[in-house]
């Protein structure tokens, strides 16, 4: 049955009850030492014609949505959502249904690996000797000259590399991902310490609302948690008997989120924090109460020329406010990705302490802290990348490990991250797919893909505590190692502080002792008398959540007395039109490798397999752009080339572009296709350190060429410009 377990030693470990059921589904701790094996060598507890289930977390993305994956005869057949987990309750996304598409991709990583650092030379190598150079690599430098780049996911790997770090006396791991730069994560949780004296994400109660202003926040295509936000929004739209909530969004193009709302206002970039403060004075003088000191020196009739709104639209959606008993507004997406996004977000939460919704019901709350979790731990901020790289260019960083991101990618090409690297003498990547990242590493020593591996991810926004939880679905396909099990065994090769920092025998012992302070816990989602049996229930259900909300209500006061000025944002360059990048809905920042995520149509364009540029129908008529048109973008950063698609719900002075192709690695789906817009990025940056991303002013040059973008739409119709 393996080389470990008998199946007499197997059968004993099976206890009656519950926990037997959970460890013969693979979710007890005995499970790891089980080699689940393909049809041709079936295992003895897996039978024709039926299929086991096995609760996983999504690894798709940091938002901890739990799976359930459908297995038969050894292999992963299908996935769906864990209806228990209180972050997605049975639901997912295309990118989690895509999952699988992943696991058996055929450009994976399969054995560890020593190149040439992008050369093309590449030799195949043992695990042995890959611990090996994992262990030189962490006792032959000074702890300070040691860097951990990590991506958002998975938790329980960034507490394991943070534990050695601290211990050995290295510089804390610093986390990133594109789509924390592009949701404004360090600028929300910075904008409610500055507000509520906690740095924290906030919480916004969508689905008790009767009311949601949203400003630029895409939460229903790829912003924070976008599963739970639809189920949130699905509540808000039709859970209660006699009313239907209200929808109102701001932001310069039409998204999905937009095309879901009651109203869709189209205002300058830029302007959004002065229109918030508009509405909160509007709202105060409807209700002809004193209007807050921070609303004050708000003119509403200025403002709406500046924003490029009419004022009788401010006016009527102050009524909205003043008509509705649970407003809600939400700061995010665009709005906060500019110069003035920190100020621009503080204004968006205090419009809320105008609404009098803080720790109300349809109103703002602080998320709290996630199981095992001792404080907020947010992503790295670009600014934070910035002085990595600097350190990096200093020779300060001699070696840098780095797993699940992908800064020569994600990262504006400005930043120079890639031409960084070759003043670090050794970089090891632990990528399961050759990103660009990787294949720019001395080493890729492969991690599972998630869906073949052990591990946990907190939930960033919930009411309640979650702590979902991830196992093996399958035996692993290739001869790839769990990065926490490679840096556990050369951590005791190295010996001394590093061996004193892990002393694990694996990295199911690490987890179980991070999981260790919640058994006997009576307010989870279930009890357990120690530790091994708690680990069967984890496995079983698919994390371990509280039972009851546990937010806590922001301090109004301070939000309401605050001198606020967002202005209007800066934009570098001295281009014609605004560029927003958004996140692709259906690519996401690592999805551009699944076939069946290349094929889903955008929700607003029913583009496919590639990369276009949003122009509307006016402002390309006066260019003589046609559909199809090749053209080339350029800021002062630099250019990208792209088709235009003519997309009426865009303002005249914005153009578009969405992130996830125009990658040169990656595999055969992916690379060589489309164009990435980030690399046209100006490096500016807002007072919390996060990107001004949708703060560069461009300029668009016809090139003199065609490709006609697949579409499942027709060519004539709503999308079609007609010349009179």
């Given at each position: 049955?393996s080389?470990?377990?008998s199946?007499?030693?197997?059968l004993?470990?099976a206890?009656?009850?519950?926990a037997?059921?959970a460890v013969?589904t693979?979710c ?5 030492y089980v080699?689940?094996?393909?049809y041709?060598?079936m295992?003895?507890y897996?039978y024709n014609?039926l299929?086991?289930?096995y609760a996983?977390?999504?690894r798709?993305?940091?938002a901890?949505?739990?799976?359930v ?8 057949i ?5 209806a ?10 295309a990118?989690g ?7 058996y991709n ?5 054995n ?8 093309g030379?590449?030799?195949?190598m043992?695990?042995?000797a890959?611990?090996q ?7 032959n ?10 991506g ?9 590399v943070?534990?050695?770090?601290n ?8 986390r990133?991902?594109?789509?924390s730069?592009f949701?404004?994560?360090?600028t929300?949780?910075?904008?409610a310490?500055?507000?509520f004296g ?15 202003l949203?400003?630029g926040?895409?939460?229903l295509?790829t ?5 739970s936000f ?9 859970g209660?008997p ?12 039409m998204s999905q ?6 109203e ?5 970039p ?6 918030a403060?508009?509405i909160g ?5 409807a209700k ?5 000191a921070?609303?004050?020196?708000i003119?509403?009739?200025?403002v ?7 004022l ?10 003043v008509?509705?008993e ?6 995010g ?16 939460l ?15 709350y602080?998320s ?7 404080e907020?731990?947010?992503?790295a ?18 070696v840098?490990f780095?797993h699940?991101v992908n800064?020569?990618f994600?990262?504006?090409s ?8 070759q003043?670090?003498?050794?970089v090891?990547s632990f990528?399961?797919?050759?990103d660009e990242t990787?294949v ?9 893909h998630g869906?073949e591996s052990?591990?946990y ?15 093996p679905v399958?035996?692993p396909?290739?001869n ?5 099990d490679v ?7 190295a ?9 694990f025998?694996?990295?199911?012992a690490?987890?179980?002792s991070?999981?260790?302070p919640?058994v ?12 091994n ?19 806590s209500?922001?301090?109004?006061s301070?939000?309401?007395t605050?001198k ?22 259906t ?5 551009a490798?699944?076939?069946w995520?290349?094929?889903?149509p955008?929700p607003t ?23 199809d ?7 002062e950063a630099?250019?990208?080339?792209a ?27 992916a ?5 990435n ?8 940056f807002?007072?919390?350190g996060?990107l ?24 004539v ?8």
């Amino acid at each position: 049955m393996s080389k470990q377990l008998s199946r007499r030693d197997f059968l004993k470990l099976a206890t009656a009850g519950a926990a037997t059921s959970a460890v013969l589904t693979g979710c007890g701790p005995a499970s790891r030492y089980v080699k689940r094996e393909p049809y041709m060598k079936m295992p003895e507890y897996t039978y024709n014609g039926l299929s086991t289930y096995y609760a996983t977390t999504c690894r798709e993305c940091a938002a901890a949505c739990g799976l359930v994956v459908r297995t038969m005869q050894g292999r992963a057949i299908k996935v769906e959502g864990n209806a228990e987990n209180p972050v997605n309750l049975g639901k997912t996304c295309a990118r989690g249904q895509a999952t699988l598409q992943g696991l058996y991709n055929p450009d994976r990583v399969e054995n560890p690996t020593q190149q040439g650092r992008g050369k093309g030379a590449a030799s195949q190598m043992d695990w042995d000797a890959a611990i090996q150079v994992v262990a030189e690599a962490l006792k032959n430098n000074d702890p300070s000259e040691i860097a951990f780049l990590m991506g958002t996911a998975p938790d329980h790997l960034f507490d394991l590399v943070s534990d050695l770090a601290n211990a050995i006396g290295a510089p804390a791991p610093v986390r990133f991902g594109a789509l924390s730069m592009f949701e404004s994560r360090a600028t929300l949780s910075r904008a409610a310490e500055e507000l509520f004296g906690q740095s924290a994400m906030p919480y916004f109660d969508i689905a008790n609302s009767d009311l949601v202003l949203s400003f630029g926040a895409n939460f229903l295509e790829t912003w924070i948690s976008p599963v739970s936000f639809t189920r949130e929004y699905a509540q808000m739209r039709r859970g209660k008997p006699r009313k239907r909530g209200y929808f109102v969004q701001f932001e310069s193009r039409m998204s999905q989120t937009a095309a879901k709302a009651d109203e869709w206002v189209p205002l300058r970039p830029g302007t959004e924090g002065l229109v918030a403060l508009a509405i909160g004075k509007l709202v105060a003088e409807a209700k002809d109460t004193a209007v807050p000191a921070s609303f004050e020196a708000i003119d509403p009739a200025e403002v709406a020329r500046t924003a490029d709104v009419k004022l009788e639209t401010l006016e009527h959606i102050a009524q909205l406010v003043v008509d509705s008993e649970h407003p809600l507004a939400v700061p995010g997406g665009t709005a906060v990705g500019q110069t003035n996004g920190l100020a621009t977000a503080e204004s968006v939460l205090a419009l809320n302490a105008q609404f009098g919704n803080y720790g109300m019901t349809g109103g703002v709350y602080i998320s709290p802290l996630g199981p095992n979790q001792d404080e907020y731990h947010r992503p790295a901020s670009p600014e934070e990348m910035l002085n990595l790289i600097w350190k990096m260019k200093d020779g300060k960083v001699k070696v840098l490990f780095i797993h699940g991101v992908n800064p020569v990618f994600e990262l504006p090409s400005h930043l120079g991250f890639l031409d960084t690297l070759q003043y670090v003498p050794q970089v090891i990547s632990f990528a399961t797919f050759p990103d660009e990242t990787a294949v720019a590493s001395d080493y890729i020593f492969p991690d599972h893909h998630g869906l073949e591996s052990w591990g946990y991810q907190r939930a960033v926004v919930s009411s309640q505590p979650v702590l979902s939880g991830a196992q093996p679905v399958i035996s692993p396909f290739f001869n790839t190692r769990a990065t926490a099990d490679v840096l556990i065994a050369a951590a005791q090769q190295a010996g001394g502080q590093f061996a004193e920092a892990l002393p694990f025998a694996d990295e199911v012992a690490f987890i179980q002792s991070k999981l260790s302070p919640l058994v006997g816990d009576p307010d989870g989602s279930f009890l357990a008398p120690e530790i091994n049996m708690f680990s069967a229930y984890f496995q079983q259900h698919g994390g371990w959540w509280k039972n009851d909300p546990a937010l806590s209500a922001p301090i109004a006061s301070g939000a309401l007395t605050k001198k606020l000025d967002p202005g209007v944002a800066e934009f570098s360059g001295e281009g014609e039109f605004f560029f927003v990048p958004f996140v692709s809905p259906t690519i996401g920042e690592a999805g551009a490798n699944k076939p069946w995520l290349q094929e889903l149509p955008d929700p607003t364009t029913t583009v496919t397999w590639n990369t276009w540029v949003e122009m509307n129908p006016e402002t390309a008529h006066e260019l003589g752009i046609d559909n199809d048109d090749i053209v080339e973008v350029m800021s002062e950063a630099g250019s990208v080339q792209a088709a235009v698609y003519l997309y009426p719900a865009i303002r005249p002075d914005v153009i578009a572009m969405p992130f996830g192709q125009g990658h040169t690695a990656y595999g055969q789906f992916a690379a060589g296709r489309g164009a990435n817009p980030v690399n046209i990025l100006s490096i500016h940056f807002n007072a919390a350190g996060d990107l001004a991303f949708a703060g560069v002013k461009v300029n668009v040059k016809k090139t003199g060429r065609k490709h006609e973008l697949a579409r499942m739409e027709g060519k004539v119709g709503v999308y079609e410009f007609r010349k009179e």
